[in-house]
Every structure is written in structure tokens, then in C-alpha cells.
């Protein structure tokens, strides 16, 4: 399967504003790369790519005062499977893990762990471990909150979305990474391109955020939010949370303009 991605995205400053975009694909996907992705500015300005330490490529620039943007396009092979299903996965004992998942235990800016911990034992002590207690924080906070976009609120912290029982994906993702560390299981937060493959079709197009949680002695896809395996996941970019992987990070005010993302298959296509 072929799948077309890509965005388009004008903000408007007053000055001159530094920012540093996390939106390329994730380094191991670019082997599956038909062409290099390409990344344009409107008006042009220089940019340079890094790496982040977790991996993820991170684009910085200056953009100018007055409108900017910045649009990039790929086409991606992939697999056209669903996201696996390893229902016999098992968890790893905290003093078996990997040095590197520790991070992913542990609070974060998002995910309170200290206030939340006595409601994940409370909720999910008695359920059996690996896949299966993963699989059940997912059900309980895909039927907890409702979703809408005009729930979406950029300081929504894991525990006020429990509490007021609303959110985004992004909210979906926090929740149940915040339940996962507090019963000792390793998580961390995805953003990416999830298109309508093989679902009814989503209107607008947006870029998603699931979660990644270690079982098996591998990170394994969880969606709390679709909470369903779903075909055409392109990971962007992964973190302790939404912090971490924000889409743009301006050192300066920034009004957004518009902001489009695109995602399909195009298999077959001439």
C-alpha cells in the first residue's frame, strides 16, 4: 500500500520568530520513503534539521514577520496491515526493564502519576497483567471521555481530563499513559498521520496522537482514543507527553492562520 501525507500550515507574526517544527516522520521510517519528503516555506527561509534526544527530527527556522508557511508532502509504503494484536504480550518487571523506559514511568508535565495512582490500582489492580490490563485502561478511558474538538484545551492535564470527562486524542493518550505508569507499566506519548483508511471518512484530517507501551521487551501501539487496530499509522514523533512533541514550539507569539494535514491511500494511482 501507497499513502500520501502531508501538511500545510500559515501562521502570522508580528517580528521575526524562532521555532522549531516536530513534524518529519520518525528516522526508521524512511526506508520506506518512495522519494525524499519535501519541506517548503513560504516566503523561503533558511532551516536546518537535528535530532532530539528521543530520536525524533526536529526542523528549525526563523520565520519571518507577516504571514508564513510551511507545507511538506511524501509517499510512504506500507504494510496495509491492522495494528497487532499480542493479547498474550506480558509486562516486565520494573527491575528487568531497560535503562531507557525508566523515563517512561515516572510523571511527566502531563501525566500525574502522584495524583493518580491510587485510581489506577483502585481500577485495574485485579486485572490480569501485560495485554490484557493494557487493553482495559484503554476500554476505560475511551468510555470515560467524550471526544470533541471543541473540548480541546492545550493545558489539559491527564487528571482534569478524568475529571471533566472531555478531551482530543491527545487527552485520550494522557490518560491512559498516566494509568499505565502508575500500575508500572512503561508508556510514552505518539503523535503521527492516522488517515480514514479503512473506517468511515474523518473530516478535517488531523494529526493524531496514540500511545506506545512497553511489553514483551517491545513497544507495542495502543489507542485509547479509536481504541479499535486501525491500518496507515505514520509515526512522527515520540515523548514523555505532548510537551515533549509539540507540532510547532515558537519563541515568540504566533497567531495560526490555517492548518491542513492530508493522509490517504493512494495505491493504484497514476
Keep these: 500500500m501507497l499513502i500520501r501525507f502531508g501538511y500545510d500550515i500559515t501562521v502570522h507574526c508580528e517580528r521575526p520568530t ?11 521510517r524512511t526506508k520506506d520513503l518512495m522519494a525524499p519528503e519535501q519541506v ?27 504571514d508564513f508557511s510551511i507545507w511538506a508532502d511524501g509517499t510512504i509504503a506500507d504494510t496495509g496491515a491492522y495494528d497487532p494484536v499480542l493479547t498474550n504480550a506480558r509486562e516486565i518487571p520494573v527491575p528487568d526493564l531497560p535503562d531507557e523506559c525508566l523515563t517512561f514511568l515516572v510523571g511527566s508535565r502531563y501525566c500525574e502519576t502522584d495524583t493518580l495512582s491510587q485510581t489506577a490500582w483502585d481500577l485495574f489492580e485485579h486485572v490480569a497483567p501485560g495485554w490484557p490490563r493494557v487493553q482495559a485502561i484503554c476500554d476505560y478511558v475511551h468510555g470515560h471521555l467524550t471526544f470533541g474538538y471543541e473540548n480541546a484545551r492545550a493545558t489539559r492535564t491527564a487528571k482534569e481530563a478524568h475529571e471533566e470527562r472531555v478531551g482530543v486524542c491527545r ?7 498516566t494509568f499505565c505508569r502508575c500500575m508500572n507499566i512503561p508508556a510514552r506519548y505518539v503523535n503521527g498521520y492516522l488517515g480514514d483508511i ?22 507495542m501501539t495502543f489507542d485509547p482514543r479509536n481504541n479499535t487496530p486501525r491500518i496507515g499509522r505514520i ?19 504566533h497567531i495560526l492562520k490555517s492548518f491542513r494535514v492530508w493522509t490517504y491511500d493512494v495505491t493504484g494511482m497514476a
Excluded: Q
Design 198 to 219: 479503512g473506517v468511515p471518512i474523518l473530516d478535517p484530517m488531523d494529526f493524531s496522537a496514540w500511545m506506545e507501551v512497553y511489553l514483551e521487551g517491545e513497544w
Design 18 to 28: 524562532p521555532m522549531v517544527c516536530v513534524m518529519h516522520i520518525r528516522p526508521e
Design 171 to 177: 487527552d485520550y493518550a494522557h490518560l491512559a499513559i
Design 235 to 253: 509515526k512522527v514523533a515520540h515523548g514523555r507527553d505532548a510537551a515533549d512533541v509539540p507540532l510547532i514550539n515558537s519563541f515568540g507569539a
Design 40 to 66: 517548503l516555506t513560504t516566503p523561503e527561509v533558511p532551516t536546518h534539521t537535528y535530532v532530539d534526544m528521543f530520536g525524533n527530527v526536529c526542523r528549525r527556522f526563523t520565520a519571518p514577520a507577516g
